[in-house]
């Protein structure tokens, strides 16, 4: 798993960790994150509907949550990226 060198930096600055176990921490705060748009929204789906919400309540709420939630960034193609930097 890729680890950005700046975040790694922050992290030891910050907490005054070594290399190795800021290295961890950053993996497994980015391994809990690892997980994608649409199965972030089937999970809290599930979960909201478990606690007997409705789906217009639920809705509402993810859009509300993703606004904050950090989730797996979707496989872009070359020609996608492209798109993004030349419109």
């Known amino acids: 798993m890729h680890v950005d060198q700046r ?16 290295i961890r921490l ?4 980015l391994a809990f994150h690892d997980e994608t748009v649409e199965a972030w929204v089937r999970r809290r789906h599930a979960e909201l509907k478990t606690h007997g919400a409705r789906n217009d309540e639920i809705f509402a709420r993810l859009r ?24």
């Open 26 to 29: 950053v993996q497994d705060v």
């Open 64 to 87: 509300e949550e993703l606004r904050t939630t950090v989730v797996a960034a979707p496989e872009l193609s070359e020609r996608q990226l492209r798109r993004v930097i030349y419109g």
């Open 7 to 22: 975040l790694l930096q922050h992290v030891q600055d910050s907490t005054g960790l070594g290399t190795a176990e800021a």
